[in-house]
């Protein structure tokens, strides 16, 4: 297994001429009339995605665009296992009859002018071609980390030209392997995975490995089985926050959870412990217990904190792991009485949280949600589009810190009297 850090893109191909036209399209064209020179052998295999990279220093995406606009076209076929091709009626070097594309159907349409017949009735392009059906299962929408991911996913097929199936498992593995299984049935090429916590659907997973099926985890991945992942760097949330906080003086710094069986949380947390450890102050079991404190605030909660907080080892800081934890422990301190920041401080694992542009938090994690998505469905395509599956691989993408410093203003709880 690889594990890579995003890598800038290289600098673009640029001709004076033609700035202008997307990039994709201008490599496109040069392959186009690469073909009506005869330089590629119809039949023969073409030039391959990471050849094409090389060639004009461009980045995968650019890459799959323009092979796929020429699948899509007509002028290559792809045939799975074994590659993609110059088609066996390649356009001619000369002029000749006007052929429709279904881009150039699209732009008719738009322009409110009559769809050819020809275009509307294409049947729905093979695996691996734009139009190719994948699958984007996402264990809860309800915060704006789940759905920036969702949203980056969806970004990327619209580059690419290819269609989503969204599901949401709400949490259940249950309906996890349901939308697994019906994202295959439907035709996906591959699948874009959120997993739930724990570890009842790894034989799933483990199953579509087996058939080379492509599947790319995302935020958090399954230590027993190698598959493609793209994380954010977990660790450094854990790490990073953890310093900002000893150096603003606190010491005693307890963690709130919602899940605990997952490896985003055993990063985290490892982080956390390994700047406690770093700076000389003593990890304490009892604030450092991974326990489930949900989104909401049922009467137990407060007997929870109110534990910590009158304890020999009273925290001075709570560490939640996202917003919604955020806010029940928030709501559960105005019913103990307590006020944020004024007689505790509060701190998030990302920025996710119901506050809007002023923050609760004097320190939280900015999490890459959308771009984790993005990411997934990059390398997704370029598994699909991959005649050998290859060795799996780990995208780790940076965090940021969003401090109340740097607001313009905050916001603080003042209990009723």
């Known amino acids: 297994m690889t594990t890579e850090r995003r890598r800038e893109e290289p600098a673009p191909m640029r001709r004076e001429h033609d700035a202008v036209t997307p990039l994709y399209h201008r490599i496109k064209e040069d392959l186009r009339e690469a073909i009506r020179r005869r330089e590629y052998t119809v039949g023969a295999p073409f030039i391959t995605q990471r050849e094409l990279c090389e060639r004009y220093g ?84 309800e915060g704006p980390h789940g759905t920036s991911v969702v949203a980056g996913v969806e970004s990327m097929c619209a580059e690419l030209g290819y269609r989503m199936l969204l599901a949401d498992s709400h949490g259940s593995p249950r309906r996890e392997a349901q939308a697994i299984r019906e994202a295959v049935a439907a035709g996906a090429a591959g699948i874009v995975a959120y997993p739930v916590q724990g570890r009842a659907n790894t034989e799933a997973y483990a199953e579509l490995r087996a058939r080379d099926f492509p599947v790319v985890l995302v935020d958090r991945f399954l230590p027993e089985l190698a598959t493609d992942a793209v994380v954010p760097d977990h660790f450094a949330v854990g790490y990073e926050l953890t310093n900002h906080l000893i150096e603003c003086g606190h010491e005693r710094i307890a963690t709130l959870w919602s899940e605990t069986d997952c490896t985003s949380v055993q990063d985290r947390l490892t982080g956390h412990k390994q700047s406690l450890r770093e700076h000389g102050l003593p990890v304490l079991p009892e604030l450092t217990v991974v326990r489930r404190y949900w989104s909401q605030a049922d009467g137990t909660h407060p007997t929870l904190l109110s534990g910590l907080l009158e304890g020999p080892d009273a925290p001075t800081v709570l560490l939640c792991a996202s917003g919604f934890v955020l806010a029940a422990a928030a709501h559960n301190l105005v019913q103990l009485g307590v006020e944020v920041p004024d007689q505790l401080e509060l701190a998030g694992m990302d920025n996710a949280g119901p506050f809007g542009p002023l923050p609760l938090t004097t320190v939280a994690a900015v999490l890459p949600s959308r771009e984790l998505g993005r990411e997934a469905m990059r390398l997704l395509a370029e598994r699909i589009a991959a005649t050998e599956p290859g060795p799996p691989r780990h995208t780790v993408l940076p965090i940021t810190l969003s401090s109340r410093d740097s607001a313009a203003g905050y916001l603080r709880t003042v209990s009723k009297p």
């Open 58 to 141: 461009v980045s995968t995406t650019t890459a799959i665009r323009a092979l796929n606009d020429l699948v899509n076209e007509g002028v290559l076929v792809r045939r799975r296992g074994r590659g993609t091709f110059v088609a066996e009626r390649p356009e001619p070097a000369t002029a000749g009859p006007l052929t429709t594309t279904p881009a150039m159907a699209s732009r008719v349409a738009s322009a409110g002018g009559p769809v050819p017949v020809a275009a509307a009735t294409r049947p729905a392009p093979p695996r691996g071609e734009p139009g190719t059906l994948v699958g984007c299962v996402v264990h809860g929408l």
